[in-house]
């Protein structure tokens, strides 16, 4: 294993809290705010609810800590990490790098809608509050305009990427997380005041089991992984950079209590209020940028437009913390393994990103290829979300259980034995036998039943990806 800093000491975090804030603020982005409550919506609500809720508490909780363990045990981001205990599993770790590049290439279009947002706002875009849904539609399905703001969000992670990781990202964190968190539960408390607004809690909270077929149960699954920032070595890169001294089970414990808080949280701010305003909760990826200005749109004066500010600011922030440990995966990569200087890595990586997301962006306006009837953005988002990620977390669990020993793992997790952790039984038992037998059966059901959508084949050239990529592992 030859990489090229793996010699010298390796960047660690400032403190502990800054690890903490950092790692939750990978995983709470648009993932919670954006993602969350438009799928929940067009999943039915509560039962959706209820099976995303499970897979955190018993997949999502597992997997991140075996992240951090393995990260922090080699020491090396995610395909060393891998490499360095056994060749034949590079490959895992290709596939992650291989996923963040794929998240990157739509990631920063929705991330340029939130900046977008916030200049929309300012410039008046609540004083018509019947035109909100329309603007939103006509915005995102402009060849220009979207392409601008993406490439201006691009930029705001090149710079902070290209600072290192205790400079950039952990000071974005530390201060900017606290302020989103407010500004959702403003709005939360705001929303519930509405007349009408109960009908959009039982929505959210009541299941209906009758909604849900193995693509929910997939589309749970993948919002997991996807909001927790699992299944492509981003926990992993980041567990790399923490100290020994730290405390992994209770790190694991708080950034999963506050990416989960955080999307109940938005969908408590969006679901009452769109019940009150008559919307369907199936409205799509559009949601949270019609819902949420409409509501500040409602509430008027002053205080509702420094409101929608403050909130589409924070959703900027809030994604650019979890896009810069998406690019920083893809960079730690290219320095660990391919010896290059960090600013050459993000300029490569940003390269590729740019012009994956032009397509993304140009495929919602009906323009560019598509593959299967489906455009770019859906495609990037369906194999990552829907299997890279799951496959990629199965993997790591299999890697974890199976390659690695369990006194290994016992003393990486302990420090030592100087930290206790009753449920480690638990733990590795889970993901040495339970999370693959189930992430597989997910998987399988929901690409069976994807055929029905139209999406099932291009889950399985996701499947035959990894394939081929685990057929030539020897040469990655
Ligand atoms: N979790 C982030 C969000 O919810 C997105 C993200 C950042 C991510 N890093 C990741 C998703 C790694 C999967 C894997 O917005």
Redesign the pocket.
């Known amino acids: 294993m030859a990489t090229s800093s793996s010699t010298q000491p390796r960047d660690t975090w400032g403190s502990k809290l800054g690890f903490v804030m950092a790692a939750a603020g990978?995983?709470?982005?648009?993932?919670?705010i954006w993602?969350f409550p438009y799928t929940a919506g067009e999943s039915g609500g509560g039962a959706f609810v209820l099976i995303y809720l499970m897979f955190v508490l018993f997949i999502g909780f597992s997997v991140m800590l075996t992240e951090f363990a393995v990260g922090r045990k080699t020491g090396l981001s995610a395909v060393g990490a891998f490499k360095s205990t056994d060749r034949r599993w590079a490959f895992t770790g290709v596939i992650g790098v291989l996923?963040?590049l794929l998240?990157m290439g739509f990631?920063p279009v929705v991330g340029g809608w939130a900046l977008a947002y916030i200049f929309k706002v300012g410039g008046g875009l609540l004083s018509t509050p019947e035109a909100i849904g329309d603007s939103f539609g006509g915005f995102i399905s402009d060849p220009v305009q979207p392409l601008m703001w993406m490439g201006v969000y691009l930029m705001l992670n090149i710079v902070i990427v290209m600072r290192g990781i205790s400079g950039g990202i952990e000071k974005a964190g530390k201060v900017l997380m606290p302020l989103l968190f407010v500004i959702l539960i403003t709005v939360a408390v705001y929303g519930m005041t509405l007349p009408g607004a109960m009908a959009g809690v039982e929505f959210l909270f009541k299941p209906d089991f009758s909604k849900v077929d193995s693509n929910v149960v997939l589309a749970a699954l993948g919002q997991a992984?996807?909001?927790?920032?699992?299944?492509?070595g981003?926990m992993m890169t980041y567990g790399s950079y923490l100290k020994k001294k730290e405390n992994l089970v209770q790190t694991t414990g708080m950034v999963t209590a506050m990416d989960t808080g955080v999307a109940i949280l938005a969908g408590v701010a969006m679901f009452p209020a769109m019940f009150a305003f008559g919307m369907a909760p199936s409205a799509g990826p559009g949601l949270v940028f019609v819902v949420v200005p409409q509501l500040f749109a409602e509430m008027g004066g002053l205080i509702g437009l420094l409101l929608a500010l403050l909130f589409f600011i924070g959703l900027t922030v809030a994604?650019l913390t979890?896009?810069v440990?998406?690019l920083e995966v893809v960079v730690s990569y290219l320095i660990d393994e391919k010896g290059m200087k960090r600013s050459r890595a993000v300029i490569s990586a940003s390269v590729v990103m740019a012009t994956l997301c032009v397509f993304a962006s140009l495929s919602l306006g009906g323009v560019g290829p598509t593959l299967f009837g489906t455009g770019a953005f859906d495609i990037f988002d369906l194999l990552t979300d829907k299997i890279f990620?799951a496959v990629g977390g199965m993997l790591v669990c299999i890697f974890a259980g199976w390659r690695l020993s369990r006194s290994e793992l016992e003393k990486e997790i302990t420090n030592d034995g100087k930290v206790s952790f009753p449920l480690f039984g638990l733990w590795y038992n889970l993901v040495k036998y339970v999370i693959p037998v189930a992430i597989a059966i997910v998987a399988f059901m929901g690409i069976k039943s994807g055929f029905d959508s139209g999406k099932g084949e291009i889950m399985l050239v996701g499947i035959g990806i990894i394939a081929l990529a685990g057929v030539f592992s020897k040469k990655l």
């Open positions: 990978s995983a709470v982005g648009l993932g919670n993602k996923s963040g998240i990631y992984f996807f909001s927790l920032s699992l299944g492509m981003c994604a979890s896009s440990s998406l990620l």
